[in-house]
């Protein structure tokens, strides 16, 4: 047995790390974009949702922003070509 156990996260804990609804995280949970166990008893109504630090650690990564590359620009157009049409 581990002598750190592993703390998982209630989704009220997630909110308020990220600054939204307990209901937003779990939605997420329901959407499959976050992963979460399920702990109440099987035919119970009302779910008890935990997040593992890996789960969470993916979620961020997948919702993490990248840069884009910068773009290329062009020289500006010569305004002195004629332009026969």
């Known amino acids: 047995m581990p002598s750190d156990p592993i703390r998982f996260l209630t989704p009220p804990e997630i909110a308020a790390r990220y600054g939204c609804k307990p209901e937003t ?10 992963k ?3 702990l109440a008893k099987r035919g119970s109504m009302k779910p008890r949702f ?11 990564l ?3 922003v990248v840069p884009r590359e910068p773009t290329v620009k062009r020289p500006p157009r010569d305004l002195n070509i004629k ?3």
């Open 25 to 34: 995280v779990i939605g997420w949970i329901r959407s499959g974009e976050l």
């Open 36 to 38: 979460a166990l399920n």
């Open 50 to 60: 935990r997040v593992s630090p890996d789960a969470l650690e993916v979620f961020e």
């Open 62 to 64: 997948a919702r993490s």
């Open 83 to 85: 332009r026969f049409v």
